[in-house]
């Protein structure tokens, strides 16, 4: 009997199903994951990246402000040698010329008077550009125009960088044009400047004969912040 009762209990344990191994095609026991989702970390020693950072904006560029500013005035004056009754002056944007000369026959003294102005020559000039420019030339006899035989001619001009604006009477015959006024305008492209310190010249011509002549302006080139 005992060794019935072996046999029976080996029998029962042989077909038992293998829960650890099912057979091909079988489903898996119920209530037991198949694996088990460990989160991935990482590994000790590894160098964890570093936090998106914004690159600051770059510094913006400094823009200066270039122009050749005004840095001296020099006038060149003549008076005809000196002669009495010959003058030239210069005040501001103004050359003023007086010729005294003996009247024809029977006649007083006569003075011939004439006034050369000009406007744009400013404390500093933009470079590249085109400025307006104005020039202007007056005349006038002081006496009798049947009492002078005085001819003559006269021009106010003002030049840069062989650019010229100019107001010219190339010939006044004060016996039959005892007074005049004419003027002019027109631009003038400045020039470019290629370095601090750089000098620029403009020139206004103011004469009659032999009085008067020319004022120089001499302009500096520089750049500031505005």
Not at 137 to 143: A, D, H, K, N, V
Request: glycine content about 10%; some cysteine; charged content about 15%.
């Amino acid at each position: 009997m005992y060794f019935l009762a072996v046999l029976i209990l080996a029998a029962l344990a042989c077909n038992l199903p293998d829960s650890e191994n099912p057979a091909p095609g079988e489903p898996a026991p119920t209530g037991f994951p198949m694996s088990t989702q460990i989160p991935a970390t990482s590994p000790p020693g590894a160098i964890e990246p570093l936090p998106e950072t914004i690159s600051p904006d770059p510094t913006p560029e400094i823009e200066l402000v270039c122009n050749w500013y005004l840095n001296s005035v020099t006038p060149a004056l003549g008076t005809g040698g000196g002669a009495p009754g010959m003058s030239a002056d210069f005040e501001g944007a103004w050359v003023g010329t007086r010729f005294t000369h003996n009247g024809n026959f029977g006649c007083e003294e006569q003075t011939y008077v004439t006034a050369h102005e000009w406007n744009g020559l400013f404390e500093f000039l933009r470079p590249g550009l085109d400025q307006t420019f104005s020039v202007s030339l007056t005349w006038r006899l002081e006496g009798t125009s049947e009492c002078t035989s005085l001819s003559t001619g006269a021009v106010t001009a003002i030049t840069i960088a062989s650019q010229t604006v100019e107001i010219r009477q190339s010939q006044i015959i004060l016996s039959s044009e005892p007074d005049g006024d004419l003027t002019n305008s027109g631009k003038i492209k400045i020039p470019s400047g290629s370095q601090e310190g750089e000098i620029l010249t403009a020139s206004v011509h103011a004469s009659s004969g032999s009085l008067g002549g020319t004022i120089a302006y001499e302009y500096v080139y520089g750049c500031e912040t505005p």
